[in-house]
């Protein structure tokens, strides 16, 4: 019976209205792509006097501030539950950290019939859940009604309506298709996978890799141990997520590869910007209140160590970041010592 109900679901869903969940400069990027694209987008935010400011500027006042909307093609919501009931298609951008606390007050039954795109690249802190395993337990989402969203994608550059390129993943290719089509415009271009769950692993990877970078661009190690870096940093990625998804494509492909690359060279990578107060002596807590966005790394360096506590996988750039974040190993000696782990 269960069988024909998620059939049933994914077989009839059509991505008709987008709910965003979530406020920050990804959320606002992923609004102007759909608006872009031809569709409407019903976009939910915490707080009235946020969405009276925007309103009132025809702009996110806190993120991506340059981009302007046409307010016409904007629903706005302060009830996380309300718009999710009157939307079919719910992309969730909220911060990894603030996902529960965002969806407490849901069940189980207020995400029947919908498709959960899942654009957070990070992990339920101290569950150490992919959110699309979270999605399935906690809220008994069919797989197939679940998909990603990814790629090496700054939510500044598509503000500046630079080329750019995104993945759209989901066991069930037909409804990633359905999705993927819906995100195509001018600036944009889409392509389709089944690898939720190496995309989702490798998107948190990512953020501590660029981390690592910069931590090394901090203590001044150079373009050539960058690289070096990087490379090893690739290899990591390829190691873990051969452990743990049975879908994944060549590490090579844009979504993988790619969004490691950007994460870790980019001057608007957050996780960089953290890394590199890190390696100038900043102390976490101090490079934290520094910053004025969350780095997701921070939480994925955790979840990625607890997660290959069962795999033990060979991860010694991932588990420097671990140890200078959690154990506040200091980052000369640290890097000193995976200088001799990698090649």
């Known amino acids: 019976m269960e069988d024909n109900i998620t059939k049933s679901e994914s077989s009839t869903w059509s991505p008709k209205k987008f709910a965003i969940i979530g406020s920050g400069s990804w959320a606002t990027a992923l609004a102007k ?7 409407e987008v019903h976009w939910y935010f ?39 009931k009157e939307c079919d298609t719910i992309l969730l951008v909220t911060p990894s950290p603030y996902i529960k606390s965002t969806f407490d007050k849901l069940h189980a039954g207020d995400f029947s019939g919908k498709f959960v795109l899942n654009a957070v690249k990070g992990i339920i802190p101290e569950e150490y859940l992919l959110i699309s395993d979270y999605l399935i337990q906690e809220f008994e989402v069919p797989e197939d009604m679940i ?5 090496p994608t700054h939510a500044e550059e598509v503000a500046m309506n630079r080329m750019s390129y995104l993945t759209v993943a989901c066991s069930d290719l037909s409804n990633a298709e359905k999705i993927e089509k819906r995100l195509q415009c001018d600036y944009v271009r889409t392509v389709v996978s089944s690898d939720v769950n190496g995309i989702e ?3 948190v990877l990512k953020n501590v890799y660029a981390i690592a970078t910069g931590i090394c661009q901090g203590l001044r190690m150079g373009d050539n141990f960058q690289a070096v870096l990087i490379a090893n940093a690739a290899a990591e990625m390829d190691r873990f ?14 979504v993988y590869l790619g969004d490691l690359l950007v994460t870790g ?20 807590k101090q490079a934290q ?11 994925g360096a955790k979840c990625i160590h607890e997660v290959n506590k069962r795999y033990k996988v060979f991860m010694p750039i991932a588990e420097t970041v671990y140890q200078i974040l959690y154990h506040m190993l200091d980052c000369r000696r640290a890097v000193d010592r995976l200088t001799g782990l990698i090649h």
Not at 34 to 39: A, E, Q, R, T
Not at 241 to 254: C, E, F, N, Y
Not at 265 to 284: A, E, I, P
């Open 201 to 203: 692993y490798c998107s």
């Open 241 to 254: 997520t051969k452990a743990l998804s049975t879908t994944r494509k060549p590490i090579t492909d844009s």
């Open 33 to 39: 792509i759909l608006i872009d694209s031809g569709n």
């Open 289 to 299: 209140l520094e910053m004025d966005m969350i780095a997701e790394g921070y939480y």
């Open 147 to 151: 998909g990603v969203i990814s790629g």
């Open 265 to 284: 060279y980019s001057r608007f990578s957050r996780n960089r910007t953290f890394g590199t107060l890190l390696g100038k002596g900043r102390v976490v």
């Open 46 to 84: 915490r707080f009235k006097e946020t969405v009276r400011k925007f309103q009132a500027g025809a702009h996110n006042p806190s993120y991506l501030t340059s981009v302007t909307f046409d307010l016409s093609k904007i629903h706005f919501y302060t009830d996380v539950r309300r718009i999710i």
